[in-house]
């Protein structure tokens, strides 16, 4: 856990933030003293994580989008910045998990799967790399056991998380001498 | 874990024997405690970790 004031003075963007682990993880940076921009398709519940951090005495922004668009994605950076005035870390939590069986999975639950899963976190932390180098900041990404086991009925949702995790591997070494980190 | 396991309900005529994967034998792991993983990673205090993909599964990829 965190230690008290750990991130005082600091501001986190998380995405997923309206429910599960999203929600408990903005939870778990504002009781450290983060500021926090909270991420979420659906506004209603993520102004309640918004409120329940305010009450934890940080500044919170809901900001509602949907992360399957690259330019929204950008957007939320640009909000979070204009609202918590710096950015230090960057939890990507956000996900689309759907159970089907492969042969009558759609184009659009293909492709949502993938943009949400995997293209928004790296479209969001390319928004975002310019704070998070000039803070050493953090990059956090939530992938799953998915990632590293086959799983029967999740063809889409585990390959999104093998890339997802491949693509913080890829971007630590990138930026290996760079200050910022990233990890899964 | 607990919401993707829910998931799995919608599904129609599953292979039980395939879903038993993501059933660990020491039960789905809590959300709060990844959590607080997740919220140490993003702290100072995780300086360390870098490239690192660290698993908090309750065991389900021991073996």
């Known amino acids: ?184 | 874990m607990t919401e993707l396991a829910q998931g799995f309900r919608n599904l129609r005529n599953p292979d039980p024997e395939l879903l038993k994967r993501y059933s660990p034998l020491r039960g789905l792991v809590e959300i709060e405690h990844v959590a607080e993983m997740v919220a140490f990673l993003a702290t100072d205090a995780a300086a360390g970790y870098h490239g690192a993909v660290i698993n908090i599964d309750n065991g389900i990829t021991a073996g």
């Open chain 1, 1 to 184: 856990m965190p230690a008290p004031s750990s991130m005082h003075g600091k501001a986190a963007l998380i995405t997923g933030a309206a429910a599960g682990l999203g929600r408990a993880t903005a939870l778990t940076l504002a009781r450290a003293g983060a500021d926090v921009c909270l991420v979420d398709i659906n506004a209603g519940a993520l102004e309640k994580t918004a409120q329940e951090c305010r009450d934890i005495g940080v500044h919170a922004l809901a900001y509602a989008t949907d992360l399957s668009s690259a330019d929204n994605c950008r957007a939320a950076v640009t909000a979070a910045l204009e609202s918590c005035g710096r950015l230090d870390a960057l939890c990507n939590i956000a996900a689309v998990f759907i159970p089907c069986h492969s042969a009558e999975m759609n184009d659009i639950q293909w492709e949502k799967t993938l943009a949400v899963n995997l293209s928004a976190p790296f479209y969001l932390i390319q928004a975002a790399l310019p704070q998070l180098l000039a803070n050493k900041g953090a990059v956090v990404n939530v992938t799953s056991c998915a990632a590293h086991m086959g799983q029967a009925y999740l063809a889409g949702y585990t390959a999104s998380k093998a890339a997802l995790t491949h693509l913080t591997k890829s971007l630590a070494m990138e930026y290996m001498h760079q200050g910022i980190r990233l990890t899964a």
